[in-house]
């Protein structure tokens, strides 16, 4: 009997202490990653505004705007995204023009497609398909729709189509 309470004491020990190592670690390594994500996000929305944008600036939760150098608005960047990937969601910073239909480019935030199939979201080929469209209604071939769609993940490109179009209407609402 006092085996096992050793046991379990020193097993609970053990736990306690872990715990408090890893909520240390927590605790310092917060804000650098919240600082980081922050980073890449800005420099998402900078990618994918329109020529002529000199300056990006918030607008709201994952909404940016591109401004020339008189302040004028030239393009917007929206978050979009679609939780029916391949595998999983698919979080995009889609660029618009001034008209908040027209699709500039994409950036892949957050995907966890297949390596090699679906990961293909991020390839120059698939991505560039998408500027100059209107963003509220793309479609993939298969579907009536412009889209070429990467071959073997339909699912991924139909996903991609759905987060766009996700952005493009937080774009209308801004």
């Known amino acids: 009997m006092k085996k096992a309470i050793w046991l379990v004491a020193s097993?609970?020990?053990?736990?306690?202490?872990?715990?408090?190592?890893?909520?240390?670690?927590?605790?310092?390594?917060?804000?650098?990653?919240?600082?980081?994500?922050?980073?890449n996000t800005l420099r998402a929305a900078a990618d994918v505004m329109p020529s002529g944008v000199e300056r990006v600036e918030a607008s709201g939760e994952g909404a940016f705007l591109g401004?020339?150098?008189?302040?004028?608005?030239?393009?917007?960047?929206?978050?979009?995204?679609?939780?029916?990937?391949?595998?999983?969601?698919?979080?995009?910073?889609?660029?618009?023009?001034?008209?908040?239909r027209t699709v500039v480019a994409y950036k892949t935030l957050a995907a966890s497609e297949t390596p090699g199939l679906g990961m293909n979201l991020k390839s120059p080929d698939f991505a560039g398909q998408f500027a100059d469209k209107d963003g509220t209604s793309l479609m993939v071939k298969k579907d009536g729709g412009e889209i070429e769609a990467i071959t073997a993940a339909t699912i991924t490109s139909r996903a991609v189509c759905r987060a766009i179009a996700s952005a493009a209407a937080r774009a209308a609402a801004l």
């Open 11 to 39: 097993l609970t020990a053990i736990s306690a202490a872990c715990a408090g190592v890893l909520a240390y670690i927590d605790g310092i390594t917060r804000d650098p990653i919240e600082r980081s994500k922050t980073a």
């Open 67 to 100: 401004l020339d150098a008189s302040g004028q608005v030239l393009g917007y960047a929206v978050r979009g995204e679609d939780a029916n990937g391949y595998g999983g969601e698919i979080v995009l910073m889609v660029g618009f023009r001034a008209d908040r």
